[in-house]
């Protein structure tokens, strides 16, 4: 199992990013910037596609509950997605778009933040996995016991 402050930071960082998302599709659609059934398979100007959310959810509690490879790999997963949803915000023109109000603009600012928290939770992930392998230094035991054998 993934250690405590880990676990709980990509739990807590998670579970603000899928709140904040589906805050974002019920403003959304309740303002008539999108249908209900766009708001779940597209997205909208608010929040992330509903695909995209279930992926970021399912590795995120992968990650934080596995140790070992399907960790880390989940870790990995995790990092890509939300890359791929910040890149999305910084570049589809969304963030700001002359149809949203300030305060939506704001809502929009906490999906990014809460994006941004979860991709540093997943990389810490992938980091504290990376520290736990054996060194291949000179000297060490797995260089040790790799020479040892016939």
């Known amino acids: 199992m993934t250690p405590e402050p880990l676990r709980r930071d990509l739990l807590t960082a998670a579970a603000a990013l899928v709140t904040i998302d589906l805050a974002g599709a019920v403003v959304a659609v309740a303002d008539d910037l999108a249908s209900p059934g766009d708001a779940l398979t597209s997205g909208t100007y608010l929040s992330a596609p ?9 590795c995120a509690a992968v990650a934080a509950r596995s140790a070992g490879r399907a960790g880390t790999i989940a870790a990995g997963l995790l990092v890509a997605v939300c890359t791929l949803s910040l890149s999305a915000a910084a570049f589809d023109g ?57």
């Open 94 to 150: 969304d963030v700001g778009h002359a149809g949203v109000s300030t305060a939506e603009v704001l809502l929009q600012a906490a999906v990014v933040a809460a994006t941004i928290g979860l991709w540093l939770a997943a990389f810490a992930r992938i980091r504290r996995a990376r520290r736990a392998r054996p060194s291949a230094a000179p000297g060490s035991a797995a260089r040790a016991s790799a020479a040892a054998r016939p």
């Open 50 to 58: 509903g695909p995209m959310i279930a992926v970021q959810a399912l």
